[in-house]
């Protein structure tokens, strides 16, 4: 099973705390992941894969998967594994194209892009995949996608492979434009139990965590609390919708309160992540990212703190 975080009291529930890593350098330097381990972060989610319109050529950000650069990085992927945190790939987000492929109608066409794509899953032994389709893509699309995943992994014996979405949270609310092409509402109810949870996306003019209002909005449509995580940006510099430590900690105490199944926070993203105090409290020998971890950590069993 995969980790959470445990709350001190055996009669609450465990909630997920999720981190997107796709900057792998910055300024040239390596970005270590391996502090993860020294967080409550129960899952790490890798960004970002991209399938090339040429079938089983593949990119991990801007090079081949197998490129030197990333020995270091599989190396602590492999570690973090073994120490019980589940990795995930991301494919998709703002780059399109990937689902344009895999959204093709000929079966045939589908698996030219799609078998690559199983074949580094396996290869890389990875635990999951975040499915964050920013384009139009078809509804049976998304759904021979996820049938097709569900299906190899369990032959492959992996029946715990994780399959999660990362729609807007604005796409979980009846009526609003957003940007999958499909209705989430049709996908849950064709193929709900075979997608683990949804990465919401509370951010970019797509949601609000300021207050627990954009949150509450999309339970009230009909979801579940437990299959929501709540998507928030780690950063001002990674999005707008950046709110301070304060105020992101009384929107979660409120809905962990309202909702005591609340799934958890998902964070974008781990190498500029900002703690408590915010630009102002870091410096280069912080440990931001970790801090931020240990902070939302905190915030979600705050009864256990009185």
């Not at 509804?139 to 990362?166: C, E, K």
């Not at 989430?184 to 683990?196: C, I, N, P, S």
Request: glycine content about 10%; charged content about 20%.
């Amino acid at each position: 099973m995969p980790p959470i975080i445990p709350p001190k009291n055996a009669d609450l529930p465990e909630r997920k705390l999720v981190i997107y890593h796709q900057t792998h350098y910055h300024n040239g330097q390596y970005v270590p992941i391996l502090p993860v381990l020294d967080t409550p972060i129960t899952h790490v989610i890798l960004g970002c894969l991209h399938i090339s319109d040429t079938p089983g050529v593949l990119a991990l950000n801007d090079h081949p998967p197998s490129h030197s650069q990333y020995d270091r990085l599989w190396q602590d992927i492999g570690t973090l594994q073994e120490s019980g945190i589940p990795v995930s790939l991301m494919i998709g987000g703002a780059a399109k194209g990937a689902f344009a492929l895999l959204d093709a109608e000929d079966y045939e066409l589908f698996r030219a892009y799609y078998d690559p794509l199983l074949r580094f899953i396996l290869e890389r032994n990875l635990d999951g995949i975040d499915l964050d389709v920013e384009e139009p893509m078809s509804l049976p699309g998304i759904i021979r996608l996820i049938v097709q995943l569900r299906s190899d992994m369990a032959a492959a014996g992996r029946p715990n492979f994780l399959i999660t979405l990362a729609p807007v949270a604005k796409g979980l609310v009846h009526g609003n434009r957003h940007l999958s092409g499909f209705s989430y509402f049709m996908l849950e109810k064709a193929v709900g139990k075979l997608v683990d949870w949804y990465n919401a996306q509370f951010y970019c003019g797509w949601g609000d965590v300021s207050t627990p209002d954009h949150y509450n909005a999309v339970i009230m449509n009909g979801w579940s609390p437990e299959r929501i995580v709540m998507g928030i940006v780690t950063n001002g510099a990674n999005g707008s919708g950046w709110v301070q430590s304060e105020v992101l900690g009384s929107t979660i105490k409120a809905l962990v309160k309202k909702w005591p199944t609340f799934g958890g926070v998902s964070g974008w993203e781990w190498f500029n992540a900002l703690g408590e105090g915010g630009l102002e409290a870091r410096s280069t020998e912080d440990g931001g990212p970790q801090r931020w971890g240990e902070m939302v950590g905190r915030y979600f069993y705050p009864d256990d703190d009185e």
